[in-house]
Structures are given as structure tokens and as C-alpha cells.
């Protein structure tokens, strides 16, 4: 079975995470390094064999998750958005290698996703859940028709004014040195700067660095965890370095909020309890007031806000759970908002009311903006600069348009993960 999630035996190496349920099913040790070797090598992941599993990105976990899956060689495949934090390319792999797997084992597989073509391109029949119902059944093509013919349309992409400098990176380094992997260059010598007012994207394949750059940014990853160069945020007239523990970084972490993959909520807390948290200067009306409007803006419908603030972190599903992350984040009303893959597990309804807000937050809070996407479609919506990475450095900076077709280039992707 393969859900939506990063659960990997953390401290191990990829290539012992996939082995060890073969060798509860009695393999050798040598067939079951070949085995796993095999599926690495058709997710593209035989690069990572000996990485420990907490180092890899969010993308390459959930194909080391698929791997250990595929390799239990189940009668019944449970595929629950095994592509959502994938970029195009990768994407594409991994649904060959799905596809191959359930049609050379006669398997039988349900697919759950919120990627459209995805869903075409892997399933033979379909269904439309709404609320709990099931309110559309048939071939891929009708079912996704339907369900396409509701929504809010995307808000134009408009020239807003753009201050200075508010961020400035110059020569940032993250290596990961390893006695068995050598050197890893996670971020390769990075220089750049982000205005204020300004909202920025990075894009690049899985592994390119994007989620090591981003911790950088935000001052999780200081210079004592092992980064070089330095990176600034402008406090006022005052510039303070993020990757050095003072008052003055403390006080600049006040004005930042992060939307990460891979955490966000805390699990013993409701969501209202999360979200009024994370205002305990607001009176307690007003807090419970905002977290509903923030609620609201992430694409929840009014009728159901309540039900879901009362419920568990554990009681969401994963697009609620990351619109619940969202609202977390736009509620502190943050000068610099930082997304990491803000629309992984969206429907396409749902993507567009999140970045019809996230533009309306720029235009209303003066939020400076930092989109970290797989989504070409949602970075070309919403961006006004763009950087593409590959390998740890920063390949193009430009217009959406630009750096998107630096990326098809150097990649050598002919399409969209959705068209």
C-alpha cells in the first residue's frame, strides 16, 4: 500500500530501507540488493542507493516509499498521490514504472489523485468523491470532464510595484560530506536577491537543492549546521544574518512564516488550536474570527470551516492538512512567506483559489513571497521572477516563462505534468 507520505526508516540508507521487506519475505541478501537495486533503478533513485533517508527531498522519500512497496509485490496496489511532489519529469517515471509493475503482475491497483492526467494516463475507470459521496462514475476522460466544469477561474497575473533588496544571498554552500557517499552538493555556490514586495519561485527537479535552499532562508539551517556564504533579511534599515544565532535573528524569524512539506501542525492540538496559537497577542474572539477568514481563503467552503478546525492533524486528509498548514502560515500575517510545495496534494479547483490568495495576500499585506514548486502551472500563475536549479546551483533567473523553459532545456522535458 502507498500513501502520500515521507515514513521511511530515517537513520537507514535507501537501499536497507527496500530491502528489508524482502528479506522478511525470504530473499537473499544478494537477490535482495538486486531487487532493490531494479526498482531504484526505474524511479531513478540508483544514484541515491547509500544516502540515509532523512537527507533525501520530499520527492525522492516518496519514491523510496513506492520502491519499498512495489517491492512487497502486493496482490493489491493502494496508490494514494504517488506523484504529488514530483516534478514533471520524474512524475512520468514513476507512473511508467506503477504502470508496468500492476500490468506485468496482474495486479490490481486504485489510484487516488488529485493530478488529472495522472489519472488518465493510469486508470481504466474512475469515480468523483464529493463530501463523502461518490456524484460521478465512468471513463477517466467523463469523470475528469465533470469535475472540471466548477471552479474559480485564476485571477491574472498583474505587475505589482517592487521595492528593494529585503533578502540577499551571496554564495551560499550546503555540502554533506558521508564516508560512503562522499561529497553532496546540496547547494552549490547560490547568489541571489528577493524584493520586497516581490513573489519569487524556485523550480527544479527533485534533489536539485530547492528544499535546502529554502531552510537557508528562513534561518532553520544556521552556519553551525555546516552552510557557507551568508544569507541577509533586511529588518527595517537593518540588515541581519540568518545563519547566525542573535537577538537580531530572532527578530526577523518573528516576521517570517514557512510552509514546509513535510511538517507543519501540531499533532496534539486542533487546527483551531493551531491556528489561534499562532496569534496569542489577538483577543480570543478575534483569533477564532481570523482563523476562520484564513480558513476560508485557503478554499474551504463556509459551511464546512467548523468541522474542520475541531478536528486532529491526524483526522484530515492531506489536502486539508496542507490548506490547514497554509492558513497556519497566512495568519501570522507574515513580511516574508516562504512555500514549499504549497499545492503538492490540491486538486486543480483548489490550486487556483490558493493562488488567487496568495496574490491577494502580496496586493493587501505587502507580503514578500518565496514559491518553492513542482507546479509549472501555479509558479507561472503567480510568480514575477523565477530561479531554476539543477544540482545545487542556479541555472537561470528570470520571468516565469524564462526560467520554466531552462528548465524543459536542460532536462529535456517534452510536456507538463498536466496539459
Known amino acids: 500500500m502507498l500513501q502520500r507520505t515521507f515514513n521511511l ?5 535507501v537501499l536497507e530501507n ?3 521487506p524482502l528479506l522478511e519475505r525470504n530473499y537473499t541478501s544478494a537477490d535482495a540488493v538486486n531487487k532493490s537495486v531494479e526498482l531504484l533503478t526505474a524511479l531513478n533513485m540508483v544514484h541515491r542507493t547509500l544516502y540515509i533517508a532523512n537527507d533525501l527531498s520530499g520527492g525522492e522519500k516518496q519514491r523510496v ?36 509493475n500492476v500490468k506485468d503482475g ?19 475507470r474512475a469515480i468523483l468523491l464529493d ?26 497575473r498583474e505587475v505589482e510595484h517592487i521595492g528593494s533588496p529585503i533578502i540577499d544571498a551571496k554564495d551560499i554552500k ?46 532553520l539551517a544556521p552556519e553551525y ?65 481570523s482563523a476562520e477568514q484564513t480558513m476560508e481563503a485557503v478554499g474551504f467552503e463556509p459551511d464546512e470551516i467548523d468541522g ?14 496542507q490548506r490547514a498548514i497554509f492558513a497556519l502560515a497566512l495568519i501570522q500575517e507574515p513580511r516574508i512567506l516562504i512555500l514549499d510545495e504549497p499545492t503538492g496534494t490540491m486538486d486543480p479547483i483548489t490550486r487556483a483559489t490558493v493562488a488567487n490568495t496568495v496574490k491577494r495576500v502580496r496586493t493587501e499585506l505587502d507580503t514578500t513571497i518565496i514559491v518553492i514548486s513542482h507546479d509549472i502551472d501555479f509558479v507561472k500563475t503567480v510568480c514575477d521572477r523565477v530561479a531554476f536549479m539543477s544540482l545545487g546551483k542556479i541555472e537561470k533567473i528570470g520571468t516565469p516563462e524564462e526560467a520554466i523553459e531552462a528548465l524543459y532545456e536542460k532536462e529535456e522535458i517534452g510536456g507538463k505534468k498536466n496539459e
Open 106 to 124: 496482474h495486479r490490481t491497483m486504485v489510484l487516488t489523485s488529485h493530478w488529472y492526467e495522472t489519472v488518465k494516463r493510469l486508470t481504466t
Open 308 to 321: 474542520v478546525l475541531d478536528r486532529m492533524p491526524a483526522d484530515l486528509s492531506e489536502g486539508e492538512r
Open 9 to 13: 526508516y530515517g537513520s537507514d540508507t
Open 18 to 20: 527496500i530491502m528489508k
Open 174 to 219: 550546503k555540502y554533506y560530506y558521508s564516508l560512503t557517499r562522499g561529497i553532496v552538493k546540496a547547494v552549490d555556490g547560490v547568489s541571489f536577491a528577493v524584493n520586497e514586495n516581490e513573489i519569487f519561485g524556485i523550480v527544479g527537479m527533485s534533489g536539485a537543492g530547492k528544499t535546502t535552499l529554502s531552510k537557508i532562508l528562513a534561518g
Open 225 to 289: 549546521a555546516g552552510y557557507k556564504g551568508y544569507c541577509q533579511m533586511r529588518v527595517g534599515e537593518d540588515w541581519v544574518n540568518m545563519g547566525v544565532s542573535s537577538p537580531g535573528r530572532g527578530r526577523a524569524k518573528e516576521h517570517m512564516a514557512v510552509l514546509h512539506q513535510e511538517y507543519g501542525l501540531f499533532s496534539f492540538k486542533t487546527v483551531r488550536e493551531n491556528l489561534t496559537g499562532a496569534v496569542p497577542d489577538l483577543p480570543d474572539e478575534l483569533a477564532k474570527f
Open 131 to 156: 463530501k463523502g459521496k461518490i456524484v460521478a462514475e465512468g471513463s477517466p476522460e467523463d469523470v475528469i470532464k465533470n469535475y472540471l466544469e466548477t471552479g474559480e477561474e485564476l485571477e491574472e
Open 65 to 100: 516509499v513506492l520502491a519499498r512497496q512495489l517491492a512487497m509485490e502486493p496482490v493489491l496496489l493502494l496508490a494514494d498521490e504517488p506523484t504529488g511532489t514530483l516534478d514533471p519529469k520524474t512524475a512520468m517515471q514513476v507512473e511508467s514504472t506503477i504502470q508496468a
